[in-house]
């Protein structure tokens, strides 16, 4: 596992399992909404995405952790190793409820430089929906990628398991 990409709803924690498996493996973390998100929650170009997304997909190792539909199957071409975090709703919810709690008012080192934790009602209603409109497209893309190991994770237990694992590997 040297390109690994992690997909899944938000509040499921992609950024704590990037960071936490960069740790134990020693690669390079790309969070996707810090390179998508500046001051103010103001969004970069279409253009300046694709550029950035693609240098840190022409970087040897990586873990790229976020969705970001629209280049997650140009993601796929790049990486050995597909992790889903398929959590229910309510455990996604839990975790951006936690996560506000927690970091509100701060800026989480996995998002835009001047973007502060804060209440999103818009947000509450996306991670509300995920499933519905994504989990179908996210289990054909894991389906038609060749060649990458795919692992989906049901929930946190899941989640610390497979880290756990990852501790003899490296």
Not at 106 to 120: N, Q
């Amino acid at each position: 596992m040297k390109k690994i990409m992690i997909i899944g709803c938000g509040g499921a924690g992609k950024s704590t399992l990037a960071r936490q498996l960069g740790e134990k493996l020693n690669l390079p973390v790309v969070h996707l909404d810090k390179l998508f998100w500046r001051p103010g929650w103001e969004h970069i170009s279409r253009a300046e995405f694709d550029r950035l997304h693609g240098e840190a997909l022409s970087g040897e190792s990586w873990i790229i952790d976020g969705n970001y539909d629209r280049t997650m199957a140009e993601r796929a071409k790049y990486c050995d190793t597909i992790i889903y975090l398929d959590f229910s709703r309510f455990a996604c919810l839990l975790g951006v409820a936690k996560r506000i709690l927690t970091t509100y008012g701060t800026v989480r080192p996995d998002m835009g430089d001047g973007c502060a934790e804060r209440f999103d009602p818009e947000f509450v209603k996306w991670v509300w929906d995920f499933n519905k409109n994504n989990r179908e497209k996210n289990y054909r893309l894991l389906n038609e990628t060749e060649g990458v190991e795919t692992i989906v994770l049901k929930n946190r237990r899941a989640v610390k398991k497979f880290l756990k694992q990852m501790e003899t590997v490296n």
